[in-house]
């Protein structure tokens, strides 16, 4: 029959400390990320690519100020 306890006389597997573990699964959960974020596509490196140019024109569109006047004028009637 099987026992559900070990022997007393065995001495418990040695558990990993906390700051080990937690490392562990910081790890586990940036790679599930990473996988996550690349499914679907087949060029991971060219889409980082647009990302980052998407993310400089962005910057580059707040740090200009505010769009001159005379630009689109929206008017209710």
């Known amino acids: 029959m099987g026992l559900c306890f070990p022997c007393p ?3 418990a597997p040695p558990s990993p400390d906390l700051e080990e573990k937690r490392a562990k699964l910081a790890e586990a959960a940036e ?3 990473k996988e996550a974020a690349s499914r679907g596509i ?8 647009k990302r980052k140019k998407k993310e400089k024109l962005e910057k580059e569109m707040a740090t200009s100020g505010p ?3 005379g630009g689109l004028r929206w008017t209710v009637s």
């Open 67 to 69: 769009p001159p006047e």
């Open 42 to 49: 087949l060029n991971v490196q060219s889409v980082e690519e």
């Open 31 to 33: 790679r599930r990320q």
């Open 9 to 11: 006389t065995e001495a």
